[in-house]
């Protein structure tokens, strides 16, 4: 008896479970929240942005081929100085003996040519009298041949004094601006050692910007169109975040690309009238590429992937439908879409995890 008031008794606990259930909710009715954006039409002008370094098209340093003392500076630092301007000089009352010595040996050396070359002279004569040994005119010519190599040796020895009197002045190699000296007067320099100076040409000057090979072919593009200085496709802004007032375009593209990194230099020149680029600066280069055409824009962020394709949610009517797009250039956190899309169509930027077709929303 006992085992079968607890069956009854079970039953009674089974139905009244069953009658305090909770019904089951029809999906469809459920509404996902989500916020939306209403398609529009903006401009698809676009640019994008490098990190570039300022360059001087040319620079050297400034070292000296003669040892000595700095006996002159003559120029002022940090200003513009012209091909061929005196900027330093080392003491030069050495290299002046011996540019002077080195010229007295010269015109020794001549005076032992004429009186050599009278002597061969004179003693052949006297052979053809038969009034001198064959001996002595052997000698008078190897004497002859003698003081010829002297005058050479001689030459070359001037004209080493010479090159080390003019080195003992430096001049400027290329007209541009020259920076703080390195040297002062009485510093005693070393020759191919102390480093005086540096110069580098301002005027146009260079950008130099390192990219991804992925992005040489745009490159490329804008090289072989050879823009002038004029156009606007590539600017820089300053470190202070302006606008630099000037336009460059690309004047080289490096021969190789880097293995280690995948990437290449690419060079651009810049007018730089005011001065305002100096090298070593680091700004960013800004590359102009679309033309300002009209097209629609949508958030970057509104938009899946499903197998490589690329899809939207577009709301109608309170459901939300899943669209196939094509895309287009991504400008920031926008992109363009070139087909799938019109402008007044209504899609789900947030919140589309939570959908599938059809599903329901409410819009926040």
């Known amino acids: 008896m006992k085992k079968i008031r607890f069956l009854v008794a079970s039953g009674i606990l089974v139905m009244f479970s069953c009658s305090h259930a909770p019904k089951a909710v029809d999906p469809a009715t459920l509404q996902v929240p989500v916020r939306v ?5 903006g401009s698809s002008a676009f640019s994008t942005q490098y ?25 002022k630092e940090g200003q513009q100085v012209k091909k061929g301007q005196k900027l330093y000089e080392i003491d030069k009352s050495k290299y002046l003996a011996n540019y002077d010595l080195a010229k007295a040996n010269y015109q020794i050396a001549i005076a032992n040519l004429d009186r050599a070359s009278q002597d ?3 003693y052949q ?23 010829k190599l002297q005058v050479v040796v001689a030459r070359q020895a001037v004209k080493s004094a010479e090159t080390d009197l003019r080195y003992s002045e430096i001049t400027a190699p290329f007209n541009g601006i ?3 000296s390195q040297v002062r007067l009485g510093t005693l320099v070393q020759s191919g050692q102390t480093l005086l100076n540096t110069i580098s040409t301002i005027n146009p000057i260079a950008a130099d910007v390192i990219v991804s090979q992925a992005d040489l072919p745009l490159f490329q593009r804008f090289y072989k ?8 496709t590539f600017t820089l802004n300053l470190p202070d975040g302006s606008k630099y007032n000037g336009t460059g375009h690309i004047s080289v593209i490096d021969r190789a690309i880097d293995p280690q990194t995948g990437t290449i230099t690419i060079r651009l020149n810049f007018e730089n009238y005011q001065q305002l680029l100096r090298p070593g600066m680091n700004l960013t280069l800004t590359i102009k590429e679309g033309k300002g055409s009209q097209g629609i824009l949508i958030p970057s962020k509104s938009v899946t992937e499903i197998m490589g394709e690329l899809f939207v949610f577009v709301v109608v009517k309170d459901k939300a439908h899943q669209k196939k797009i094509l895309q287009g250039r991504i400008i ?14 209504t899609i789900v930027t947030e919140g589309m995890g939570k959908l599938k077709e059809g599903s329901s929303v409410k819009i926040n």
């Open 37 to 41: 954006v209403k398609v529009s039409t």
């Open 51 to 75: 990190p570039a370094t300022i360059n001087a098209l040319n620079l050297t340093e400034l070292r000296t081929n003669v040892s000595g003392f700095i006996t002159g500076l003559y120029f």
């Open 120 to 122: 061969a002279s004179r």
């Open 125 to 147: 004569a006297l052979l053809k009298q038969d009034a001198v040994a064959r001996q002595q005119v052997d000698h008078s010519l190897t004497d002859l041949q003698n003081t």
């Open 178 to 180: 020259i920076g703080i």
């Open 225 to 232: 169109s050879r823009l002038p200085l004029t156009d606007s």
């Open 332 to 345: 920031a956190d926008k992109l363009i879409v070139k087909s799938g899309l019109k402008e007044g169509d």
